[in-house]
């Protein structure tokens, strides 16, 4: 099965731009992760969906960050606007559906992102 | 909230046994999980615990206390290639993940 693509790949802005990040899940997985990766610290969870509804969001910075699924499948990231301490890896991740013994997630590469 | 607690870094030489530790506070602990993570990669799944005891697969194992709140990762016959950061993540019975900050093992020959 094809796996989660993320793109892309690496970005550089500068502080105060807006920068979009893309995700499409595997297929038929109904729960999505955003994950924020500084360098040498675990993942952390920005945000999760459930199909297309938000299980949990408390550590998103909502001032500057957003994210949406469409129609329960893709979803996108946002940051606007860009500040420096949001220099990090991005990682999209999806599984089956979450609560369950079946919660392995797949992650796919990753959005490097650098704000100068 | 959800916390939880594994070594920084671990060293160990080819061939040999080395266990990573994971220690969690949680409230609605559903099931610890275990990844592996290479420079620049993205992590990958390795094993899952729902239940106390120990799972086998291949040369990695994973063992969980409930009652502890505790769980470990065993790695056997060491090779190079498993040097990586390895992560435990925490699942709650509302169906959030919680990561851990990782374990960086490093094999010597």
């Known amino acids: 099965e094809a796996g989660v693509a993320q793109s892309p790949r690496y970005k550089i802005i500068e502080k105060r731009q807006s920068v979009a990040f893309w995700c499409n899940p595997i297929?038929?997985?109904?729960?999505l992760y955003w994950y924020q990766q500084i360098l040498g610290q675990g993942p952390k969870l920005l945000i999760q969906f459930q199909n297309n509804g938000v299980v949990d969001d408390s550590q998103l910075p909502k001032d500057r960050f957003s994210a949406e699924r469409l129609k329960g499948v893709d979803s996108t990231l946002k940051i606007q606007p860009a500040k420096l301490e949001d220099s990090a890896v991005y990682l999209c991740a999806s599984s089956h559906l979450a609560g369950t013994d079946n919660t392995e997630a797949f992650f796919g590469q990753g959005t490097r992102l650098t704000v100068v | 909230g959800q916390s939880l607690e594994q070594p920084s870094e671990v060293t160990a030489v080819e061939g040999a046994i080395v266990q990573i530790n994971c220690t969690y506070q949680?409230?609605?602990?559903?099931?610890l999980s275990w990844y592996q993570q290479h420079d620049g990669g993205a992590p990958t799944f390795l094993s899952y615990?729902?239940?106390?005891g120990l799972e086998e697969t291949g040369r990695f194992s994973s063992f969980l206390s409930r009652s502890d709140s505790y769980g470990y990762l065993l790695l056997q016959e060491l090779q190079m290639k498993d040097s990586a950061s390895y992560f435990c993540?925490?699942?709650?019975?509302?169906?959030?993940?919680?990561f851990g900050d990782g374990t960086t093992l490093t094999v010597k020959p």
């Open positions: 949680t409230s609605g602990f559903y099931g």
């Open positions: 993540a925490v699942s709650t019975n509302a169906g959030k993940s919680t």
């Open positions: 615990n729902g239940l106390d």
């Open positions: 297929s038929g997985h109904a729960t």
